[in-house]
């Protein structure tokens, strides 16, 4: 059931963010294409939260680490907070640099000049 209530909740997220792309562009762009954008924004926002996360989060292990609060984290959770930070800042970067108006079947092709 928890299952069912995450994937519905996926499927809502994707769905707000495809209709607010097609209504910010008046209809100029397809469905498809509105869900393209709005996936990869939606991943861009991914990318900054773990990164938000992360940063937010190297303190409270750092202190727990050198013996200011007790939580009970191993020493190489930090390895995994900072593995955390770098794939949302990767994610975020990659989201960027994919083309704002994307075509997936024309994006990798190569260009007859």
Known sequence: MQFLISALSGLVLVAVATAIVYQ?????????KSY??????????????????????????????IGFSHWGYPWWSIFFVFAFVALGYALQRLMKYIPRDPDWNNMFASKKE
Do not use: A, Q
């Not at 910010?24 to 498809?32: C, D, P, T, Y």
């Open 24 to 32: 910010r562009n008046k209809g100029k762009l397809s469905v498809g």
């Open 36 to 65: 393209l954008k709005g996936l990869l924004h939606l991943f861009r926002v991914m990318g900054w939260m773990f990164m938000v996360w992360g940063v937010l989060f190297v303190p409270v292990v750092v202190t727990d680490l």
